[in-house]
């Protein structure tokens, strides 16, 4: 079993940045796909982005392409997502999630975090 938790959330102006961490509790999470997934007050929860095992592959949501960027470190047993020209349209718990799959699907993560709470002021 893998346990995970997000770090790195807080409040934010539009504009600013953010840098989101996830810590996976074994080194068997090396093989997993992760990704990262929101959810809106009020909202369903909502892919954000994913990578591959290898970090070869990684997909993104329209909505944060071109601003927010999936990475992770292997020695550490972990997964970033960098959150860059945050907008009040990303305020979220943002949630890391473990699969088998490379997936932007939600119901292909097994495991996942308590979530961290994003806010962005306008």
């Known amino acids: 079993q893998v346990q995970l938790a997000e770090s790195g959330g807080g409040l934010v102006q539009a504009g600013g940045s953010l840098r989101l961490s996830c810590t996976a509790s074994?080194?068997?999470?090396?093989?997993?796909?992760v990704g990262w997934f929101r959810q809106p007050p009020g909202k369903e929860r909502e892919f954000v982005a994913a990578?591959?095992?290898?970090?070869?592959?990684?997909d993104y949501a329209d909505s944060v392409k071109g601003r927010f960027t999936i990475s992770r470190d292997y020695a550490k047993n972990m997964a970033y997502l960098q959150m860059n020209s945050l907008e009040p349209e990303d305020t979220a718990v943002y949630y890391c999630?473990?699969?088998?799959?490379?997936?932007?699907?939600?119901?292909?993560?097994?495991?996942w975090g308590q979530g961290t709470q994003v806010t962005v002021a306008s």
């Open positions: 999630a473990s699969s088998t799959v490379f997936s932007t699907t939600q119901g292909d993560y097994n495991y």
């Open positions: 074994t080194r068997t999470s090396r093989s997993f796909a």
């Open positions: 990578i591959s095992w290898g970090g070869l592959s990684r």
